[in-house]
């Protein structure tokens, strides 16, 4: 530095004068530098002029290159000219000599050639011929040269002369018989005929083939007698003699490669063939009125289709000469099928007639065959003999036709093919139904019906596509069986329930005991009731015998759904008749009934007991027998509340019930054994608080209690199959089986309309069985794991179950009643029968007491038949995000296919929405909505534009190459694939699983304050919620509206709400908030209920009991993304993560829409927004794959 210190700053001017100094030299030096330039004789102008020279000089140079180029070359032309044109001489020269020598060949071939021909000399003439012929075409330029010209006419008039004098040889040969001893020359001469070309072979062969065919053109066409139908073996035995001849005598005389005896068989063919035609001609226009003799018809196209039959074998070998024309060059293979039974084609319908009848006359002998033959035992995997007869009898008659026609008459054929299964299907499988009388058919009897039926569902579809592989393609689309392989599945069907109510004869004198029990005297509820335990025993040791027998899966799980249905139905119709029955007495009830829930739990374990890898029930089994047997908790739980304070019992039947029927509110009294003076000043409360402002939404009529309307006052056990429309197969009271049910009745359940002819009768029958059979048939196709699945056009799932009668249980929306919208828990699901359920039977073809089963076809959705599917979208889950996306694909014509799940991670379908009271943030509902409502509508509105919807959880997806792989839970061992997959499977709460958590879960323990807080469990009692985020204070402020205080407790010393949040709890005067506090053991008291909790406090580590009548978890949400675990990138916390902006996953064609991706917001509406970002991009990837 200049100046670092202080003490140099005196020295500043001497620095800048030295400075100054510097700055002048450098100045100086520059302008010297600058003139030195400026004035040096090599200027830059110089350089210039200089260079425009050189560049001159260059270009003079070039141009002088280029004229001594130029020069160079006319030069050396000048000195080749005379070589070129030497060589053009060369070259004329020697063509001039080749073609003077070639003129010379063929001069002496043809004077050879002439003398050979005169002396007949054909093996020698054969070669001479060709080379004249190869030689001839060098000249054909030259023929204006006279000399050439008439060498080429000696030429072709030598030709036309050796063809004459051959055929005159084989003409005189043959004439005179002497074959055998000019074979020789005759070989030689087809010689000469090959080297003449095709068009004399095409002559040789046609006078052979005429000569050949002569006679029998003569006899047969020119003697009716000889000529018609009787004598058409006659025919093929004069032309067997007539080929057998041609092998032994004539066929060495022609070569192999003109394939004479082809075109001979072709030609007796053809002309058989028109004989037949005119033949069947007059015999239709007879003049006498007669008709053709069918039977001769059917005679004569046997032996013409065993005659092709043999013809097509006799020359299957080898190429095939065509007979399309004898000139033809080309050589192609001829199916000799149909060359002559073609003519029979327009009469083929006389043959389906034919067929028609044999089946009819077959019916009656199948229907009283017996069913097992007199040398044969019964076997469990046994058909009826029956169905393989007529399995083998349609195999042929379908061969036999489709080598006859593969156009009108083969369909035709289909016709009356499927309606001799619908015939089979109603007069012999269901007729052994029948034939039981009241108690029903025999054990072993309705296992061959369901072996049987089994049997023809799986042929009836491998049959419908034997036809399509044989039909001609336009008509493929009019062949379908399905109709016929739904009244198959339908039989199968009748079959399971007569299987069921073996069952049920062998429980009727255990309903008995439950009636003689004295339920209104009862002082305390202990353990299960006496009748329970031989309940329990005849149901299992039945269907132990019975599941012994039956073979598939997806029949032993349909027979134990049916049965839990019918017993559940069964307990439901003997409550009625138990009554009056006391509050105590319900509390038994109840627990009887959770004690028979827990035994038809283990009923699957009865299949295959002798397995050495024995499993536990399926989840999905054991959810389904809670969920059938809880349809009578809202009943028992209401007749559970003592009349008395009178509000009680009236608020327990408003939020259990959940209607406004006056009717219905006394029938709860009647059973409770209310006097009838006492029953008005209750009836007049029931009014007043009916018509609050809280309780608007009450439905009119409880679908539970609506049926109980003929019976509440009556005693029989008879009125209590009123209950339900059809119970009769299920109620206790000495009902018995009615054959009509899966026989007469449902069969004829047309007469329930009106009077019918027989032909719509029986068209209403065979819809009957095709219904029958949909309702068993699973969405993908086959017999389903569990029974009764199906959509209805409102948006419900509905199940027309085994009984008829039974109420329908909302497969799909468990955990909202299904009329009030209000949300309910599971030990308190609702069973309920579907409005407008008559509507449906009648629209089905089916009476009111016939109905055995029913299910809602999906007006939307296309039934699917096949075991196997392709979908271009596959959406999975139920929720918002995966019914706006199918709402966006539906539109966009994708045929979305939505795997909505059978009770996945154990929520219901619909998503958490299903579990939420009123919606008030949910866009386009000034008023708010309920969540089940909303999440129907969204329902309703996917199948509107076309979404496929299925009721089944998807276990196995793989995304390791596309097409993507997935199954599902009833199909384990079908894989079905897919182009793109939306995966919108959700979150669900989480569970601490503390001690006794289990026990007491829906008896006190919730995850949904808003679902559950307002049942009157918790009203009025102490109230815990274990959890420090918004969510947990969000639910412990609603339940301050029914507790009497609510605690919250926090893990840590501080709430993880949102500030506001945190602030509202802590000021909320019914809130205490315990921090560092965790719970440790839930237990409860006699009642099954939960009465106190265990907490210890985090940094002391004091435990203490408190009193606790409710306990909420608001605990957080675990994603449901185990399908894809491994497959996609997730986060920590197990949530799929998505390219920003986009709902793209780590995977090409896989999309994550919803809370399975959303840890934040976790709301209706940004779920239904990535829904629709899925959609939208799903579509674009497939478009871009297309």
Not at 580 to 588: F, R, W
Not at 739 to 759: M, V, Y
Not at 975 to 996: E, F, K, W, Y
Request: net charge negative.
């Amino acid at each position: 530095m200049l100046f670092s210190h202080p003490s140099t700053v005196s020295s500043i001017s001497q620095v800048s004068q030295t400075l100054k100094a510097h700055q002048n030299a450098l100045s100086s030096e520059i302008n010297s530098l600058e003139l030195e330039q400026a004035y040096k004789p090599d200027s830059s102008l110089e350089r210039m002029q200089s260079a425009q020279t050189e560049l001159a000089e260059l270009f003079r140079k070039i141009e002088t290159v280029r004229s001594r180029a130029i020069e160079t070359e006319q030069n050396i032309t000048s000195m080749t000219a005379e070589i070129k044109r030497l060589d053009g001489t060369k070259r004329n020269l020697t063509l001039s000599m080749t073609a003077l020598k070639r003129l010379q060949m063929l001069t002496t071939a043809y004077e050879q050639l002439r003398g050979l021909a005169k002396t007949r000399q054909y093996r020698e003439c054969a070669g001479l011929l060709q080379a004249v012929i190869q030689l001839m075409k060098h000249f054909n330029s030259y023929r204006s040269i006279e000399q050439i010209a008439t060498l080429s006419r000696e030429v072709s008039e030598l030709q036309r002369e050796l063809l004459e004098q051959v055929c005159e040889d084989f003409e005189m040969t043959f004439v005179k018989g002497e074959v055998a001893t000019k074979r020789s020359m005759l070989v030689e001469a087809c010689l000469v005929i090959d080297a003449l070309g095709d068009s004399a072979k095409s002559r040789i062969i046609t006078w052979y083939v005429n000569t050949e065919l002569r006679e029998y053109r003569q006899v047969f066409r020119g003697n009716d007698e000889a000529g018609n139908l009787d004598n058409i073996g006659r025919r093929y035995a004069w032309f067997k003699r007539m080929v057998k001849t041609y092998e032994d005598e004539h066929a060495a005389i022609f070569p192999s490669h003109w394939h004479v005896g082809e075109l001979l068989t072709t030609a007796f063919c053809d002309g058989t063939r028109d004989d037949f035609k005119g033949i069947l001609e007059r015999s239709m226009r007879r003049g006498d009125g007669g008709k053709v003799d069918v039977n001769l018809l059917l005679r004569c196209l046997q032996e013409t289709l065993d005659f092709e039959q043999s013809l097509e074998k006799k020359f299957s070998d080898g190429p095939r000469a065509s007979i399309d024309t004898l000139s033809s060059t080309e050589e192609k293979t001829h199916n000799f099928n149909g060359l002559i039974s073609v003519a029979f084609e327009p009469y083929l319908s006389l043959w389906v007639d034919s067929q028609d009848k044999q089946l009819a006359s077959l019916m009656p002998k199948y229907r009283n065959q017996p069913l097992i033959p007199a040398d044969e035992e019964f076997s469990p995997q046994g058909i009826i003999p029956s169905a393989i007869e007529l399995f083998h009898f349609y195999k042929l008659t379908l061969s036999q036709c489709a080598k006859l026609s593969t156009s009108d008459r083969l369909l035709d054929l289909s016709k009356v093919l499927s309606k001799y299964l619908d015939e089979y299907a109603q007069q012999v499988l269901l007729h052994i139904l029948q034939a039981g009388g009241s108690h029903g058919p025999s054990l072993h009897n309705a296992i061959l019906v369901l072996n049987t039926a089994d049997f023809w569902y799986i042929n009836t579809g491998q049959l419908e596509e034997n036809i399509k592989k044989r039909i001609d393609n336009d008509l493929v689309p009019k062949v379908d069986l399905s109709s016929q392989a739904d009244a198959f599945l339908g039989v199968a069907s009748a079959a399971v329930l007569a299987l069921v109510h073996l069952v049920e004869l062998e429980c009727e004198g255990t309903w008995r005991e439950m009636k003689n029990t004295n339920w209104s005297t009862m002082d305390t509820a202990g353990d299960q009731s006496t009748y329970v335990g031989e309940l329990v025993k005849h149901v299992n040791t039945k269907t132990e015998e019975i599941l012994g027998l039956v073979g598939k899966q997806q029949y032993a799980r349909a027979f134990c759904d049916n049965l839990v249905e019918h017993m559940a139905s069964a307990y439901i119709n003997n409550i009625v008749v138990c009554r009056p029955i006391s509050e105590v007495g319900a509390q038994q009830m109840l627990v009887d009934k959770y004690a028979l829930t827990k035994s038809f739990g283990n009923l699957l374990s009865h299949h295959n007991p002798s397995s050495p890898t024995q499993q536990a029930p399926p989840s999905s089994f054991v959810r389904r027998v809670e969920h059938s047997m809880n349809r009578m908790d809202p009943l028992l739980k209401t007749l559970q509340v003592r009349p008395s304070p009178p509000e009680g019992l009236v608020q327990a039947y408003l939020i259990h019930i959940g209607d406004r029927s006056d009717t219905n509110f006394k029938k709860i009294l009647d059973l409770k054994g209310i006097r009838k003076q006492d029953q008005s000043h209750l009836i007049e409360l029931f009014g007043i608080h009916r018509d609050g402002s809280s309780n608007e939404k009450l439905v009119q009529s409880s679908p539970l209690l609506t049926p109980l309307m003929t019976t509440a006052g009556m005693g029989s056990s008879a009125g209590i199959a009123g209950m339900n429309p059809g119970a009769a197969l299920t109620a206790a009271s000495g009902a018995r089986f009615d054959a009509g049910f899966l026989g007469e009745k449902l069969l004829s359940a047309a007469r329930d309309i009106g009077n019918t002819t027989q032909s719509t009768e029986k068209a209403t029958i065979n819809e009957n069985l095709r219904n029958f059979g949909k309702f068993f048939k699973r969405d993908i196709g086959g017999l389903g794991a569990r029974f009764g699945k199906g959509s209805a056009d409102d948006g419900g799932s509905w199940s027309f179950l085994a009984n008829a009668g039974a109420p329908l249980v909302l497969d799909s929306r468990n955990h909202r009643h299904p009329t009030t919208n209000r949300d309910i828990s599971d030990s308190q699901e609702q069973s309920v029968q579907a409005s407008g359920v008559a509507a449906l039977i009648k629209r089905a073809g089916l009476s009111i007491a016939a109905a055995a089963a029913f299910q809602q076809t999906r007006s939307g959705a296309q039934e699917v038949g096949v075991r196997k599917m392709h979908s271009k979208v596959v959406i999975i889950g139920s929720g918002p995000a995966a019914h706006t996306a199918a709402v966006y694909l539906g539109r966009a014509e994708l045929k979305p296919v939505l795997y909505e799940g059978f009770m996945a991670n154990g929520i219901a379908a619909g998503g958490q929405l299903t579990t939420t009271t009123e919606i008030e943030n949910f866009p386009g509902f000034p008023k708010g909505i309920m969540g089940q409502e909303l999440m129907d509508n969204m329902r309703a509105q996917s199948e509107r534009f076309g979404t496929e919807i299925v009721t089944d959880t998807v276990t196995k997806l793989d995304l390791s190459s596309r097409p993507f792989k997935y199954s599902t839970e009833f199909s384990p061992d079908e894989t079905h694939t897919a182009d793109a997959v939306i995966i919108a499977t959700g979150a669900s709460a989480r569970r601490m699983n503390l001690p006794g958590e289990q026990t007491y879960w829906q008896n006190g323990i919730s995850a949904c304050a808003v679902c559950d807080g307002a049942l009157p469990l918790f009203r009025n009692k102490q109230l815990y919620v274990i959890g420090g985020g918004d969510s947990a204070a969000e639910e412990a402020t609603f339940l301050t509206k029914y507790g009497s205080h609510v605690t919250v407790l926090v893990r840590r010393d501080v709430l993880r709400a949102s500030k506001a949040m945190a602030t509202r709890l802590l000021k909320n005067e019914k809130v205490t908030v315990r921090f560092n506090t965790v719970a440790t053991e839930v237990r409860g008291g006699a009642d099954k209920l939960m009465s106190h909790l265990v907490v210890r406090d985090t940094v002391t580590g004091k435990e203490e009991v408190v009193e606790a009548n409710g306990l909420f978890y608001a605990i957080g949400h675990d994603p449901a993304t185990a399908l894809v675990k491994g497959q996609v990138d997730m986060d920590a916390d197990g949530y799929i993560i998505t390219k920003p902006g986009t709902t793209m996953t780590s995977i090409e064609g896989v999309y994550a829409a919803g809370d399975v991706q959303d840890k934040r917001y976790r709301q209706a509406i940004t779920s239904a927004g990535t829904g629709c970002m899925a959609a939208l991009e799903a579509e674009k990837f497939i478009s871009e794959q297309d």
